[in-house]
């Protein structure tokens, strides 16, 4: 990611960006010095830097007629704005309604970082077991979701390149190079599709099998037999491999 689309996800514009950038490679700088140094009109280098004051990005230092900025140290900025959005994400979601169905049949996910986040989510939330088949890329981006699962005493299941491994998972280790993904968390939320760099389809249904009446996807081994415990152990490792990573 570009280091100015990047802190505009942290609702700095661009030019409020660039001029941030600068201020942490100077240590502090007039209004005029900045507008210089960037080639942003003057009138809009004060309208940022004004603006990242007021976004907590940026302090004002008074020396007698001249007005100089600093930077708030880019951790602290960050981490501000990280708890900002934890205290509305609270007050959000005691507001907002709570969705009381499930939906019926699979939903798609497309885009690359649409699915990682799904993902993300589905490992996070997982209470008793988690079955994962994928490549060492996308196994490293999960990679803190699967030890924190692990930390809460989870069993979790990878099947993923032979060079892969997660100290108290159980690893099956394959040739494993293409996109696809598979994933069933609790024997009952399921994911399966592929991820590429910049695109992707994934399949999701937060019920399936016995929960919810639905099949699982072609290919995939039973819900039920993966919750009984049946091909965990590396004598029935074979069967386990072909079920999740042949489609």
């Not at 661009?14 to 009138?43: C, D, F, H, N, W």
Request: net charge positive; hydrophobic share 35%.
């Amino acid at each position: 990611m570009n280091l100015i689309e990047g802190l505009t996800n942290f609702n700095l514009t661009k030019q409020e960006a660039t001029l941030y950038v600068l201020l942490l490679k100077s240590g502090q700088m007039t209004g005029y010095e900045a507008a210089k140094q960037t080639g942003i009109s003057r009138s809009n280098t004060y309208t940022a830097l004004a603006g990242l004051v007021d976004k907590g990005a940026a302090y004002v230092l008074e020396e007698g007629k001249v007005t100089r900025y600093t930077p708030v140290p880019a951790a602290e900025f960050c981490s501000n704005k990280i708890s900002c959005l934890e205290e509305i994400k609270k007050d959000i979601l005691q507001q907002l309604p709570v969705l009381n169905n499930d939906p019926e049949g699979y939903i798609t996910i497309k885009g690359a970082q649409e699915i990682i986040n799904k993902m993300r989510n589905t490992v996070r939330q997982a209470q008793a077991r988690i079955y994962l088949s994928a490549n060492s890329r996308m196994l490293e981006l999960l990679l803190p979701e699967l030890q924190a699962a692990l930390q809460r005493g989870l069993k979790v299941v990878v099947i993923g390149d032979k060079s892969f491994s997660l100290p108290g998972a159980i690893c099956y280790g394959t040739n494993k190079q293409s996109e696809q993904i598979r994933l069933i968390a609790d024997s009952h939320t399921v994911l399966t599709g592929d991820l590429h760099d910049h695109t992707g389809n994934l399949l999701y249904h937060p019920r399936t099998g016995g929960a919810g009446g639905h099949s699982v996807p072609r290919g995939w081994p039973c819900a039920g037999s993966m919750a009984a415990g049946r091909c965990h152990r590396q004598t029935r490792g074979a069967s386990f491999v072909e079920s999740l990573c042949t489609l």
